[in-house]
């Protein structure tokens, strides 16, 4: 459907200033956007109990932005999904994880052993958290790569 | 898992990947690229492996689409000459992939039935996992898998992820700091 128009506002989204698309295009993606955003949420926490996990939830919560960039204009989402942030938050997810497999080191278990923490259901609760630092260094790093290729170089 | 329904969409993966190799305009290629990613994702989910048709359907159809429009927009885009061009096949061409897919054809009757219980797949650690999960307090046997049995693989997998928004950062040349 919009990938004509797609293409057209990633091509002048780099640098100068663009008419804004059309309200057939911005109305929907407004209200999908939200949606999408809470069925990647969903996706990514649920992943214990339903099909899902932190992968797919993150690349679905970017694809969701990524819509939102089309409808919207690249250096409009950039300006408020900036490089730092999205380095910082790629970086923390890892970092998250290592911290999480680490953990059962200090209660005598090995490295990603979650079931040696001494807390009732520590398994599900390390597993939710792996998936949230999964998720996030996706959607960021997924994030970035879109808005490093789409910007232009004054970026 | 009905069998026409199976056949449709080997047909439509077919058709879509023909026409990715076909079509000369690069915008026409990665609509047929989504479609072949969305075929794929309704064949997961026909096949009862709903993660990897979710993966598919968001990773294959989605974003992969949106990169490639913004690198097309980014590079020659199209131009009035290729679309116009008619796409030739080089004979020889056409020998080697008929060739190749006749070899990978004639391996097929040797894989085992879809879901056969008796699959090697099935008979080393697949039982173990599946024992094993419940008293985990996890329904779900793909992250069990994913997270505790093969925590370390997901996150070599994840720091793959994360090397390649490093690696973009570096081709651009940019830095961040703090």
């Given at each position: 459907m919009s990938d004509q128009r797609g293409t057209d506002g990633v091509r002048s989204g780099s640098g100068d200033t663009r008419p804004p698309d059309s309200p057939v295009i911005t109305e929907p993606v407004r209200l999908l956007v939200p949606l999408v955003l809470t069925f990647g949420l969903y996706t990514a926490f649920h992943g214990t109990s339903s099909v899902g996990g932190g992968f797919q939830g993150g690349v679905v919560v970017a694809a969701g932005l990524i819509l939102l960039a089309f409808a919207f204009g690249v250096t409009k989402t950039r300006d408020w999904l900036d490089r730092p942030a999205m380095v910082a938050l790629a970086t923390a997810g890892v970092i998250a994880i290592v911290a999480v497999a680490a953990g059962p080191l200090a209660f005598?278990?090995?490295?990603?052993?979650?079931?040696?923490?001494?807390?009732?259901k520590a398994v599900v609760y390390g597993i939710e958290l792996v998936e949230l630092g999964i998720a996030t260094t996706v959607a960021a790093t997924v994030l970035l790569l879109f808005l490093e290729l789409a910007g232009g170089d004054d970026a | 898992m009905t069998p026409t329904l199976v056949s449709l969409l080997l047909v439509l993966l077919l058709a879509a990947g023909v026409a990715v190799a076909l079509f000369r305009d690069p915008l026409a290629a990665v609509v047929a690229f989504g479609i072949y990613s969305l075929a794929l994702a309704m064949l997961w989910s026909v096949f009862r492996a709903p993660d990897v048709a979710l993966t598919e359907a968001a990773v294959g159809a989605g974003v992969t689409t949106a990169l490639f429009l913004v690198v097309i927009a980014r590079t020659s885009g199209r131009s009035a000459e290729t679309v116009r061009s008619r796409s030739t096949v080089r004979g020889r061409s056409l020998l080697v992939v008929g060739a190749f897919v006749a070899l990978a054809a004639w391996t097929v009757p040797a894989l085992p039935a879809?879901?056969?219980?008796?699959?090697p797949a099935f008979q080393r650690v697949a039982p173990a996992y599946l024992a094993r999960t419940p008293d985990l307090g996890v329904a779900n046997v793909v992250t069990a898998v994913l997270v505790f049995f093969r925590g370390f693989d997901t996150f070599g997998e994840v720091v793959v992820v994360f090397v390649a928004g490093v690696a973009v950062l570096a081709v651009f040349r940019r830095e961040v700091s703090a």
């Open positions: 005598g278990g090995t490295f990603f052993d979650l079931s040696a923490y001494p807390f009732p | 879809v879901g056969d219980p008796s699959a």
